[in-house]
């Protein structure tokens, strides 16, 4: 089965400056998807990024940019220009491409502070 | 992206009765799933709801205490029965296909007392 481990409990930037939160996986499949989710206060889980393993390019979104490392089995998210809606729990989450096993692995989450 | 209606968005309920949890998606998905979210914690999946048939389970959650229904590609629910103060959670619905991302309800806060 896959796992996912975020060893980063809880994280915390200066507004403005730059913050990346680590995440790994394990698993044995060649193809899959990786995501990276916020969920603030409100509950609502937005997603923020996500990397097809097959693609070696990183995945980029304006502020939010991932690091994948396949043969590590690495995805951290680098957050640039941190902002104070940017403070939110983070997840990182993995899905594998197999029918009937598309189901959303996610990591233990880290907590994301923004200091003004 | 598809938008995910949940509700109720949150509810306080008396220990052994049962709550249903409604999901709406605004459009046809082919995977629905239905996670819980305890205080402090990651999500942990229950079910995978299956259109047109029986849900499929995750470990530690059966069919009696958590019953699914998926009566079509756009629809869910999840009914919490006999709930105990343990059942105390935060109850999330997604919705995706195979090729695009899951989306979320905006989750169901539950506390029983």
């Known amino acids: 089965a896959q796992t996912v481990t975020q060893s980063q409990p809880e994280m915390s930037v200066q507004e403005a400056e730059t913050v990346t939160l680590s995440c790994t996986y394990d698993?044995?499949?060649?193809?899959?998807?990786l995501f990276w989710y916020k969920q603030p206060p409100s509950r609502q889980m937005i997603l923020v990024i996500r990397?097809?393993?097959?693609?070696?390019q990183n995945a980029t979104e304006n502020r939010f940019s991932v690091n994948f490392q396949k043969a590590a089995k690495s995805f951290s998210l680098k957050i640039s220009d941190s902002q104070l809606g940017d403070a939110a729990m983070y997840f990182c989450?993995?899905?594998?491409?197999?029918?009937?096993?598309?189901?959303?692995?996610f990591g233990q989450g880290t907590r994301l502070t923004i200091n003004p | 992206s598809a938008v995910i209606s949940q509700k109720p968005s949150r509810d306080i309920c008396q220990r052994g009765t049962s709550l249903t949890i409604q999901c709406q998606v605004d459009s046809q998905v082919t995977m629905m799933f239905w996670y819980r979210q305890q205080p402090g914690q990651s999500l942990t999946l229950i079910a995978t709801a299956n259109q047109g048939s029986e849900a499929t389970y995750e470990s530690g959650f059966v069919i009696d205490k958590f019953p699914i229904s998926r009566p079509n590609l756009t629809f869910s629910t999840l009914t919490v029965s006999n709930m105990s103060p343990e059942d105390s959670s935060i109850y999330l619905c997604s919705g995706g296909s195979v090729y695009t991302e899951a989306f979320f309800g905006q989750g169901t806060r539950l506390t029983v007392v």
């Open positions: 990397q097809e393993a097959y693609k070696q």
């Open positions: 989450a993995y899905r594998s491409t197999i029918q009937g096993a598309q189901k959303l692995v």
């Open positions: 698993t044995s499949e060649s193809d899959y998807y």
